[in-house]
């Protein structure tokens, strides 16, 4: 428990919000809706996001699109995403459309015309964001790991910046890290490392580097056994934070002797 | 600057990628050829995760003007026709949505009378409401009237070029429009500009040498993705199926032939799709939908009117370009409930039977992956940002 307790003493917050936990996930590719809330439940995470085209926007009950029916509404904060809008004019239909079939009206704006390899649209992210923040959405944007689009993004009045640490799904880790490092040290708003964490090790990485959060699918929904990986992230993501907390102390070129060479100097110590 | 005259310059213009693949379509062991396998597994859960789409396809008509060898549908065929009103349409696009659909295939043969682009329009906007992908694999049209279709919210567009090899495409093609090779082999850009989001090519296998259709229909997508770069792609090797006419496959495309296709394109193109239809069987599919495929049809009908006997009043034969009445001449015909299927299929199975089928392999059937309002105006009015 303590872990716990020490971790609640640094919440993160997002537009006035306070989460505890400083995991996102995110449920695509899972293999059932129940295998995919069992893995969030191990998670602890309080945010979850959710491709709108893959839900049931039309109030019907439609059982062969009831992803959201997995998601308690109670414990979770569901930000809907823009994924398969390819203009900002898209996403921007797309977060009214979730806005009114009732959903909370966060954001996460994804828009990547590119589908190979899903690189977000700097330009068109920008343009709907600016739509997006003027019609009162809390704006999560997922960009690349240009710290210049970040500031251009934080002028906007975006609630956080989602920078790639490499291609979503690809499980890369921290390709993008010195660029994530230059937006963490200048953002005004919190910085949530999204898409290409594969492993614990990598969300550890990340919040050790200082970022706010991160965001992990792929890795947690075609894990053998999604459950434990899940509990694995969360521990990973309190782990890096923790250290970051605790100044983790630098790292040096060389070795550091433990017998020293300069005690001859200092007589009264021998 | 078309694909037409970088298949022309085949092989010099391939590329690194592209010789890599022709490497995985070498002959196989038994022991190289799982081992490609579990690769392809790996590559396409982690770029896909541990799902799988299901689509259904809806054939509106069964008319052509085309003399295609291998096809049930060919002009000289004396088969049962019909083309299917839009009311009609609507009745079997809300069978196949109670049986889960939200993603259509509307398919027709090539016959610009009965299947005109109003006609198209007005399936695509009855539809839509309910089904939120549609997608349309009928005759070539020009960028134009494939804005239209776009426009009345059809996304994706599958058009298959059947063989890369000329000399067996003129052959095969023996009257109609479709003899006409570059003209079908633009089709995907002409369709690109138009705004179409998916497209799906593939080539029919048992017309040509595999492995060198293969390897044209992979020059052609690698050079879609670098020149039409924001279409999704899918792929498909469909293969010869009994039909009417009788028409036998030329060359041989066994089962592990299919598997080690499969495997090349997925580590060759991970992130593209891999369309598997009824036209193989329970026992194969069941095999190989785990190890690269990203897209099933389900319980699927290749005629008019299959999922709901709709149009069986109508049918009739198509002679010359004539609609001929069934009578006691005809009277052959007579016996049969509806119209005659493109080609048989082999896998049975309900929608139902299939995702549950998928459930047990530890792959989640996803029914619906789109949203019709992307690409539509939503009923508030503008969505301009301006």
């Given amino acids: 428990m303590n872990e716990l307790i020490e971790y609640v003493s640094h919440p993160l917050t997002i537009a006035g919000r306070k989460f505890n936990s400083r995991l996102f996930v995110g449920t695509g590719k899972f293999a059932s809706n129940e295998i995919m809330s069992d893995a969030l439940a191990a998670s602890e995470t309080e945010i979850v996001t959710v491709a709108l085209r893959r839900a049931d926007l039309s109030g019907k009950g439609d059982s062969f699109a009831n992803i959201l029916d997995f998601i308690d509404p109670q414990k979770y904060l569901l930000l809907a995403n823009t994924s398969g809008a390819n203009t900002a004019d898209e996403a921007v239909r797309l977060a009214r459309l979730a806005r009114s079939a009732g959903l909370p009206n966060w954001i996460k704006l994804e828009i990547h015309p590119d589908p190979r390899h899903l690189l977000p649209d700097p330009i068109e992210t920008l343009k709907a964001a600016e739509a997006l923040v003027k019609e009162e959405f809390v704006v999560l944007p997922y960009i690349n790991a240009d710290p210049v689009l970040a500031k251009r993004l934080q002028d906007t009045g975006v609630a956080t910046v989602?920078?790639?640490?490499?291609p979503i799904g690809s499980n890369q880790g921290l390709v993008t890290k010195h660029q994530i490092e230059i937006i963490i040290e200048q953002a005004t708003v919190p910085v949530i490392v999204d898409a290409g964490i594969g492993a614990p090790s990598h969300a550890a990485e990340a919040m050790e580097m200082g970022a706010d959060a991160v965001l992990v699918n792929t890795a947690i929904a075609i894990a053998e056994n999604p459950q434990k990986?899940?509990?694995?992230?969360?521990?990973?993501?309190?782990?890096?934070?923790?250290?970051?907390?605790?100044?983790?102390?630098?790292?040096?070129?060389?070795?550091?002797?433990?017998?020293p060479l300069t005690t001859f100097v200092y007589p009264d110590s021998q | 600057m078309s694909f037409v005259d970088t298949l022309d310059r085949l092989p010099e213009t391939d590329s690194a990628s592209i010789l890599r693949f022709r490497s995985?379509?070498?002959?196989?062991?038994?022991?190289?050829?799982?081992?490609?396998?579990?690769?392809?597994?790996?590559?396409?859960?982690?770029?896909?995760?541990?799902?799988?789409?299901?689509?259904?396809?809806?054939?509106?008509?069964?008319?052509?003007?085309?003399?295609?060898?291998?096809?049930?549908?060919?002009?000289?065929?004396?088969?049962?026709?019909?083309?299917?009103?839009?009311?009609?349409?609507?009745?079997e696009a809300k069978h196949l949505a109670a049986l889960g659909f939200r993603n259509i295939l509307l398919v027709a043969g090539e016959h610009p009378r009965f299947v005109s682009e109003g006609y198209l329009q007005k399936c695509i906007t009855a539809i839509h409401d309910f089904i939120?992908?549609?997608?349309?694999?009928?005759?070539?049209?020009?960028?134009?009237?494939?804005?239209?279709?776009?426009?009345?919210?059809?996304?994706?567009?599958?058009?298959?070029?059947?063989?890369?090899?000329?000399?067996?495409?003129?052959?095969?093609?023996?009257?109609?429009?479709?003899?006409?090779?570059?003209?079908?082999?633009?089709?995907?850009?002409?369709?690109?500009?138009?705004g179409f989001r998916r497209l799906g090519i593939g080539a029919l296998f048992g017309l040509a040498d595999w492995r060198s259709e293969a390897e044209s229909l992979a020059a052609h997508l690698a050079y879609l993705q670098r020149h039409c770069w924001k279409a999704s792609y899918s792929v498909s090797f469909p293969r010869i199926r009994p039909a009417a006419g009788d028409f036998q496959p030329i060359t041989h495309f066994t089962d592990r032939n299919f598997l080690q296709l499969v495997c090349a394109f997925r580590l060759s193109f991970p992130e593209v799709g891999i369309?598997?239809?009824?036209?193989?069987?329970?026992?194969?599919?069941?095999?190989?939908?785990?190890?690269?495929?990203?897209?099933?049809?389900?319980?699927?009908?290749?005629?008019?009117?299959?999922?709901?006997?709709?149009?069986?009043?109508?049918?009739?034969?198509?002679?010359?370009?004539?609609?001929?009445?069934?009578?006691?001449?005809?009277q052959s015909f007579n016996n049969n409930t509806g119209a005659t299927p493109q080609f048989g299929i082999a896998d049975q199975r309900s929608p139902a039977e299939v995702a549950s089928s998928l459930t047990d392999t530890g792959l989640d059937p996803v029914w619906k992956d789109w949203e019709g309002v992307i690409l539509r105006q939503s009923p508030q009015g503008s969505t301009s940002l301006s």
Wanted: glycine letters at 8%; one cysteine or more.
């Fill in chain 1, 229 to 259: 990986m899940a509990n694995a992230f969360r521990l990973a993501v309190i782990a890096g934070h923790e250290a970051l907390m605790s100044v983790i102390p630098e790292t040096k070129a060389a070795a550091c002797a433990t017998s």
């Fill in chain 1, 162 to 166: 989602m920078p790639l640490g490499a």
């Fill in chain 2, 132 to 194: 939120p992908s549609v997608g349309l694999e009928v005759g070539p049209m020009e960028t134009p009237e494939y804005s239209l279709m776009v426009e009345a919210g059809c996304e994706g567009l599958v058009i298959y070029q059947e063989s890369y090899d000329r000399s067996a495409y003129a052959k095969l093609h023996t009257a109609g429009p479709k003899k006409n090779f570059n003209w079908r082999l633009d089709c995907p850009e002409r369709a690109y500009a138009a």
């Fill in chain 2, 275 to 330: 369309v598997l239809s009824t036209r193989e069987s329970e026992v194969f599919r069941n095999g190989i939908a785990p190890l690269g495929i990203t897209s099933m049809s389900a319980g699927s009908h290749t005629e008019p009117g299959g999922y709901t006997g709709k149009g069986h009043d109508s049918l009739h034969l198509t002679i010359k370009g004539k609609r001929v009445e069934l009578n006691n001449s005809t």
């Fill in chain 2, 24 to 91: 995985l379509l070498l002959p196989k062991n038994r022991d190289e050829l799982e081992q490609m396998a579990r690769q392809s597994s790996a590559i396409t859960r982690q770029h896909f995760g541990r799902t799988i789409r299901l689509f259904a396809p809806l054939y509106l008509s069964n008319e052509c003007i085309n003399n295609c060898s291998y096809c049930g549908f060919s002009r000289d065929n004396p088969i049962l026709r019909v083309t299917l009103s839009v009311d009609q349409v609507v009745a």
